[in-house]
């Protein structure tokens, strides 16, 4: 089972840098799921700011969310 999420941080461009409860921290790039249509409001950087640690990942206001493993899995070591 891979480490879960519990801190996130908006950055510039459409990433996220999070830190897991391994102590590491990742960056994620949102972008390539904004051709998906639960993700197509997040272009909106008002609502992609509202990101927040959600169980054992993350979520936004508009209720998408991305699985723990992906989120992991497709992020890169800072």
Known sequence: MNPKAIDVKVLDNYEL??????????????????KFKQFKSLENIEMFQTV???GLSIEWKNGADICPDELYNNSKSL
């Not at 840098?17 to 390539?32: A, G, M, Q, T, Y």
């Open 17 to 34: 840098e999070i830190l897991f409860d391994n102590s590491e921290k990742r960056k994620f790039d949102v972008k390539p799921y904004f």
């Open 52 to 54: 927040k640690i959600s």
